[in-house]
């Protein structure tokens, strides 16, 4: 089966199962899917430019691997993730400063059951709403504290995308908790 293919099959199957559930707790998950990755990434971009912090950088990867899109997680956990971590870890032998291998390997290699298990559960939600708050109190951290607090562009687009991260969770939270 070549990647197009897949890629057709899964987002088919998707589609047939948000079909049928249908109801306002799916559309919550896709929106804290969809609204989770894309934030996380914009603060994966503005901390590459930013500080720098590897703290910052391994608590967005891990809301990722909770928050990631299920079509696209599926398609990072066949045959195509594998084929990409093999050239990022073969990248890492070559420059290892630049390509850090075990962020994205954390989507190919844990087990079934932990991966599903923490995506398909109100845990994966409590996880990221914890995630969440760690990512504040570093960012609080990382800029001094509130006496040392400079207002810059690259701050307030970092506090707003976290803000739409606790947004998202909290929203998915409190569509499946009623």
Excluded at 35 to 62: C, K, P, W
Excluded at 119 to 140: A, K
Aim: one cysteine or more; a positive charge; hydrophobic letters at 55%.
């Amino acid at each position: 089966m070549g990647f197009a293919e897949l890629v057709a099959a899964t987002v088919a199957y998707e589609a047939e199962a948000e079909a049928e559930a249908g109801s306002s707790a799916s559309r919550a998950r896709a929106s804290f899917q969809w609204g989770g990755t894309i934030f996380a990434l914009i603060l994966l971009i503005l901390n590459r430019v930013g500080r720098r912090s590897a703290m910052q950088s391994s608590l967005l990867v891990l809301f990722l691997f909770t928050s990631f899109p299920t079509v696209l997680f599926k398609i990072l956990r066949g045959q195509f993730g594998c084929w990409v971590s093999f050239l990022a870890v073969a990248a890492n032998l070559i420059f290892p400063r630049t390509f850090p291998v075990s962020r994205f390997l954390l989507f190919v290699v844990p087990p079934t059951l932990v991966a599903n298990g923490l995506r398909d559960s109100i845990v994966g939600c409590i996880f990221c709403l914890m995630i969440g708050v760690l990512l504040v109190v570093t960012e609080i951290r990382g800029i001094g504290g509130f006496s040392n607090c400079r207002c810059n562009f690259h701050c307030f687009a970092y506090c707003l995308c976290i803000a739409f991260l606790f947004f998202f969770t909290i929203f998915y939270l409190c569509s499946e908790t009623w």
